[in-house]
């Protein structure tokens, strides 16, 4: 009933068959970002900085042992992030999807949200696991008390 109305008004709604997967690999991406901006400063200058959106990629990939220990797989995009060399990712990232001229680059360029949360939750996760999670660590010390 919901997908028909949203049909019916116009959008194309699409199922997840498997939410809380499609979920926690979209949870470790923010990770992933939310630990460049302790280390940047700001969204908007972790969003401009190569460097950050390479340093991105290695945290993604040092997470997916996290996300496979929850029991869930990476998604397409997670895969794929995993396959491409950190830097084709910094380079993608930087002048596709966060080109100062895009619209996810001026979303997140006024983005003031308080990291640390979502990766003191990852932090404990590793340890709770006992997954080796080295730049998500060091992390922790970035973290506002």
């Known amino acids: 009933a919901l997908r ?34 302790l280390r940047s400063g700001s969204f908007k200058a972790a969003a401009a900085s190569r460097e950050a959106l390479v340093n991105m990629s290695h945290s993604v990939r040092e997470m997916i042992p996290i996300l496979k220990a929850k029991g869930s797989r990476p998604d397409a995009q997670t895969k794929l992030l995993s396959l491409f060399p950190p ?46 999670a080295p730049r998500l660590f060091a992390a922790e010390s970035l973290i506002a008390k």
């Open 4 to 37: 028909s109305l949203f049909n019916g008004a116009g959008f194309k709604a699409a199922m997840q068959a498997d939410i809380q997967g499609w979920l926690r690999n979209h949870f470790i991406m923010n990770v992933a970002m939310e630990i460049e901006v």
């Open 87 to 132: 830097k084709l990712f910094g380079f993608i990232m930087g002048n596709l999807v966060f080109s100062p001229k895009g619209m996810p680059y001026a979303v997140v360029e006024h983005n003031h949200y308080q990291v640390g949360a979502s990766v003191k939750e990852m932090i404990a996760e590793a340890k709770k696991r006992g997954i080796n």
